[in-house]
């Protein structure tokens, strides 16, 4: 099993609509979460932490459910920019283990 | 402020040839990473350096190596490049090891024919 899965899409959408993507993690010890964001031939840049409650930042919201191991990402008013890849990330739990595993990705295209 | 360069963006190479990727941050953070991302696979760490003077093997560590030449510039080499080494490669900085967020360079294309 992968450490981190995500339906890769894509996901086509019209500009308006509200989209969610989910992540499954496959390491219950796991410490934290986040979603990047990956432009078309362009370098991942972090979108957003995924904290235990819930966190919002504009139209985008993030929830993480441990029971379950998986994180989504929900994005309301979909806008033509918020074409892109979305990555899931999650943070290894252990000293000396810090490092991220990434998702491959999950495709999203924004419709005029 | 730059952020992250990496030298140079794209590069063609004969199996066997050699090359060196270089990686800079003006960000005075203290670690540094060097990840390679393949269709269909997420981005895979190959060596990081959680400060200067350490480097640390990732996850697919073979057939390259790394120089943390000093705080700013994190270099990878591949001693005999092989075709299963085209790939895009980015280099990425953090505050530190346990710090959350890196920051990613553009990333140089490799063919390896």
């Known amino acids: 099993r992968k450490e981190v899965e995500q339906d890769p899409g894509p996901f086509n959408v019209p500009e308006g609509a509200t989209v969610a993507f989910n992540c499954t993690y496959s390491?219950?010890?796991?410490?934290?979460f986040f979603w990047y964001r990956q432009d078309c031939r362009k370098e991942p840049k972090l979108l957003m932490s995924?904290?235990?409650s819930g966190n919002e930042d504009g139209r985008f919201t993030a929830q993480l459910n441990r029971a379950s191991q998986y994180i989504s990402l929900l994005i309301r008013d979909s806008k033509l920019s918020d074409s892109a890849t979305y990555l899931c990330?999650?943070?290894?739990?252990?000293?000396?283990?810090?490092?991220?595993?990434f998702g491959t990705g999950t495709r999203l295209t924004i419709i005029p | 402020n730059a952020g992250v360069t990496q030298t140079p963006k794209f590069q063609v190479l004969k199996t066997g040839q050699s090359m060196t990727l270089q990686c800079a941050q003006d960000?005075?953070?203290?670690?540094m990473y060097w990840y390679r991302q393949d269709p269909g696979m997420g981005l895979r760490l190959i060596y990081y350096?959680?400060?200067?003077?350490?480097?640390d093997k990732g996850e697919v560590p073979n057939g390259y190596n790394v120089s943390r030449l000093n705080k700013r510039e994190f270099s990878l080499r591949l001693e005999s490049a092989a075709p299963s080494q085209t790939s895009v490669y980015f280099c990425?900085?953090?505050?530190?090891?346990?710090?959350?967020?890196?920051?990613f360079g553009p990333g140089t294309r490799l063919l390896v024919l």
């Open positions: 350096s959680a400060s200067e003077g350490t480097t």
């Open positions: 995924v904290y235990s």
């Open positions: 990425a900085s953090s505050e530190s090891r346990v710090q959350e967020t890196q920051y």
């Open positions: 990330v999650v943070k290894g739990a252990n000293f000396g283990n810090e490092k991220l595993t």
């Open positions: 960000m005075n953070h203290n670690s």
């Open positions: 390491n219950s010890a796991s410490q934290s």
